[in-house]
């Protein structure tokens, strides 16, 4: 719910690409609340374009004439600015205010502002917020793109405000006893082909198994696994010379 | 070092706007490598404009006949992708994977591959890829703009990295002695202008000290606090009618 509580001001955006370009990454990252702060024209088609399918937010912006009107509501005002200073001394990552910003947003309206692409925000901009944002870059080239620098802050409040479901494998990881089954038939192929002398299967076995051990196996890649044991060692007693195997055999994916 | 070793891969990407997006954040994100596998036709001044100051990346973008050649001296192979699926759902993070990828890049060439602005990558093109990469994002738009898309991995890796140093207050957080020294005279001080009776001033500076303990207090902090006591005591007491204080009072700057 924090998310809901959370508002995106720009500050005198120049490109209308870049005012569509923040209102598609809010959609990505489960925001909805933008506010352009002392607007100036800009493209309105572009702002469209770049929008995709983020129409709603871009419908919806609500303009005030200055920054202050922009934030009056807003217990937290989180500004950014890439630039150093003695007064900009305590900025802090996006990751780093996060949870200060989440909190916040459970009882009260908080903003993120970001200032105009050519010049970022002043000190009089910066006056009015709570605390400093200062995006990681390289000393080479600090200053983000205006989308890009809202996209940073707007994914690490989605990771951070844990709406983020990791995927799940819906296969766990196979146990011990199932992978040694599937060992035992490879051992039995790999004797079968010819690849390995019986006197050096141990050996060659552990080769094999350091290859399957590298990451984690799970029960569905065990299956098959143990299926392409199964077929070839079929394959090798059936099939006579250089055709595939008939369709009676046993394919991999039953045993998916 | 490992940053150097990281390859950018764009396979068939449309607009040239994104490709000069996609150098500027690799730009302010340490990375140079940039590779376009399939290439079509996108304009190259729209390319320019975005790139902005990132024109070195983008002067210098090698473009490959197929997705299999760009990433062909590559240890590990990374691909992007929104979609979800059987053989997608051993996809992580971008910070999940960003270890992995900093890890092999110590030693190895690692791609991180994004398919075409309308499509993304296809399971031919995800099969060339040792793993999968979906960035979190709400289940209703999950689909981000490609040079966004770079961002966030780029960002990962940075961070991860640790080419990031955080900004650091150069004035450490204030010892109890000096805040108690701050709090005396702030004590003293709004005795005198009548804010608190004595009787009263224990319990009304429990308040106070609340308040300046919300956060941390540096030294510098703590001496502006100082002075603008001992600038408004001394005011209290020799400034008559509401002219301002006149200049021989010492200021505030002089305890910074």
Redesign the interface.
Known sequence: MSLANIRIVLLSPLYG?NVG?VC??M????LSDLAIAAPRPYDRKEARM?A???TQILETIREYPTLAAAVADCAVVMGTSAR?GLY??????P??WAGRALEAAQASKVALVFGPEDNGLDNVDLALCTQII?????E??????L??AV??CA?EL??ASG??A??????PEAPSALRERMYAMWEQLLLKVGFMERDKAEHMMLGVRRIFARGPLTIDDVRILMGIARQTEWAVTHVGGSDPAPAPAPQAEDHL
């Open positions: 690409g370009s598609r990454a959609a990505n990252m489960g770049m995709c399918h983020a150093s900009r001394q305590h900025a802090r990552s990751r780093e200062t995006i990681p870059a390289t080479e080239y600090l200053s983000l793109n989308s890009q996209l940073v994914y989605f990771v709406a983020y990791p995927r799940q494998e819906k296969s």
